[in-house]
């Protein structure tokens, strides 16, 4: 019986399936929180505008991009660790690539493991903050004037810190395997 490489055990096949599913899903968050730039970019230039020409300021906008940057970070950190994109500082890593692929191995899973528990930890502190925000019916704003949840924020806090985590996670057996930990492989 001879072994053809074009096929792959359905495990694989599933294994494979779930990153490629991951990686959209990242892509996804991190598109929406583009969208979220632009909207927010048009909210600060409509209120601009509204001050200086019409004397009609729009209420709240500045407190809303406030709340807004962490949610947009938090929506874009997934992708970026998918893509490799995460602000590192590589030069060691440069410099023992010919000399030991072996230890380039070792600090790449070790990068990823630092990051996934970084992310996890933060998910952790970042939880009771969100429930204490959802029960207690948080907000920011003026009272009668205009009232923004915070909930919503602090749960992309969250949700980000949960996909990085595990981004991290799914780029370790390819660090191990490569010494890369800059994307997950499809």
């Given amino acids: 019986m001879s072994h053809d490489d074009s096929v792959s055990p359905p495990a694989v096949d599933a294994v494979r399936g779930g990153r490629l599913l991951f990686r959209r899903v990242a892509n996804v968050l991190a598109a929406i929180g583009t ?3 632009f909207f927010l970019m048009f909210l600060v230039v409509a209120d601009v505008v509204g001050r200086k020409f019409l004397n009609r300021p729009i209420t709240g906008v500045a407190e809303f991009a406030a709340q807004s940057v962490s949610g947009i970070v938090f929506l874009h ?22 000399r030991s692929p072996a230890a380039v191995r070792v600090l790449e899973t070790c990068y990823a493991l630092v990051g996934a528990l970084v992310f996890a930890f933060l998910a952790t502190i970042a939880w009771p903050e969100w429930r204490a925000a959802w029960s207690s019916n948080e907000y920011f704003g003026v009272q009668g004037v205009y009232m923004i949840p915070t909930w919503p924020f602090r749960g992309l806090i969250v949700l980000g810190s949960l996909m990085a985590t595990l981004a991290y996670l799914v780029s370790m057996p390819r660090a191990l ?8 492989a499809p």
């Fill in 77 to 98: 950190l997934a992708a970026a660790i998918i893509a490799g994109k995460m602000t590192r500082s590589d030069f060691v890593i440069r410099l023992l690539e010919t």
């Fill in 35 to 37: 969208v979220w730039i």
């Fill in 177 to 184: 395997r490569s010494g890369a930990s800059d994307g997950v």
